[in-house]
């Protein structure tokens, strides 16, 4: 599989590429010395550029940009600098993220999957029942903490509103026998769309949904005229699936929190 320099750069740093539409609820904020990336209520870091002595600086100017109560994710690949910027930032108080999940894999695949196996049907989110579907099984297969849940569930008709206006992210469900049974989104950007959120229901596990999801954001991506595939997987769950599905590791990703 030919992996492109500039798509190996966003398989590591997508939030810098992203799409965010500039009247969005989603603003970033990038310097190139850091990209902030940050919602109504959660933040994500990536892409630190700066020399060792200016590390503490770095962290005050993301605190600066983001309040204290979002979820603040850090987000580490190997082109960080400077090289220990791990090590720096767990010394200043930075710690492993509370869902357990210190490092993942960034993994591209720039060609066609399978086709979604019969029985199961994909569409795209597009009305606010599926878009209920579709996050509390997402918070079920990621064992959402009840109290993240409740912070979000009273923006979930915004998000959906705010999601129908601007086409990012761009939500499917697929059903299993009439209900639905697995969701995902999808970011995308000029260079392909990044995938996330991919998850199935514990009772529709083993079905191909989860494949069937990746086929369909594949379809998405070609309609988009960008037909690459790019995901940041966890090396306990997503990571041997993608893999097995053909997709190709690219770098590893360290992740941090910033709790204050």
């Not at 599989?1 to 740093?13: K, T, V």
């Not at 200016?54 to 100017?61: A, G, H, I, T």
């Not at 990621?142 to 086409?167: I, K």
């Not at 005229?225 to 090396?235: C, E, R």
Request: glycine content about 6%.
């Amino acid at each position: 599989m030919l992996i492109s320099a500039a798509l190996r750069e966003y398989a590591e740093i997508p939030d810098r590429y992203a799409c965010v539409p500039e009247d969005a609820s989603v603003r970033r904020f990038d310097d190139g010395r850091v990209c902030v990336i940050q919602g109504p209520t959660w933040a994500s870091v990536s892409a630190p550029n700066v020399a060792e002595e200016e590390v503490e600086e770095l962290l005050l100017q993301t605190r600066d940009l983001i309040a204290a109560e979002k979820l603040t994710t850090w987000w580490i690949g190997p082109s960080a600098r400077p090289a220990d910027i791990v090590e720096r930032l767990g010394s200043l108080g930075l710690q492993k993220p509370r869902d357990r999940v210190g490092r993942l894999y960034s993994l591209v695949r720039t060609e066609e999957p399978d086709e979604i196996p019969s029985g199961v049907e994909v569409r795209y989110v597009e009305t606010f029942d599926d878009f209920i579907a579709a996050r509390e099984i997402e918070w079920d297969a990621f064992e959402t903490p009840a109290e993240r849940r409740d912070v979000n569930r009273p923006r979930l008709r915004a998000d959906f509103d705010e999601s129908m206006r601007f086409g990012v992210p761009v939500g499917f469900v697929a059903e299993l026998d009439g209900h639905p049974a697995a969701s995902a989104m999808s970011i995308p950007s000029e260079r392909g769309v990044f995938l996330i959120a991919g998850a199935v229901a514990p009772w529709a596990r083993g079905r191909g949904l989860y494949r069937s999801l990746v086929r369909a954001r594949w379809d998405d991506a070609v309609k988009r005229g960008t037909p690459a595939l790019v995901t940041q997987a966890n090396p306990e769950t997503s990571y041997p699936i993608l893999r097995g599905l053909g997709f190709e590791e690219i770098c590893e990703i360290h992740r941090l929190e910033d709790v204050r």
